[in-house]
């Protein structure tokens, strides 16, 4: 937050790294209103780049996945498929929807190799504690909400 006067908002170059700015002498109310808009946009980044559901965090921008702070070292289709699925808790995903969005449309491979990932994911990320993907029998996995 940059406070400028007027004849500094001439020369003011935006590249400065400031998000926002207000004119000297800052109206408190206004101030404090232009503050409380920037921690909640700056907040709102954070909150898009992680991923929270108990004890498990995908860090979206390191690719790294933790359960109860401790690193899961996943391959980048188990990440992938953790990540589409915790994106969208409790809704079901297909088989077929989940080969289209995770391995793309070009993939060959039978659903069958959802099933094997899924398995290996879960021996990853899950214990007795932590149940995070439900499968829906006939149907597909979804990601369990957390209560």
Known sequence: MALVTERELEDYDVAHGADDFALKPPNPTELA???TQLL????????SETIHSGDLVI?????EVT???HRVLLTFKEYELLRLL????????SREELLSRVWGY????GTRTVDVHVRRLRSKVQDANHTF???????????????
């Open 33 to 35: 209103l232009r503050v």
């Open 40 to 47: 909640r946009r700056l907040r709102g980044r954070e909150g």
């Open 59 to 63: 860090d979206q921008t390191r690719y």
């Open 67 to 69: 359960v109860s702070g």
């Open 86 to 93: 915790a994106q969208n808790p409790g809704r079901v995903f």
């Open 106 to 109: 070009e993939y060959f491979g």
């Open 133 to 147: 993907i439900e499968t829906v029998w006939n149907v597909g996995y979804r990601f369990k909400p957390v209560a």
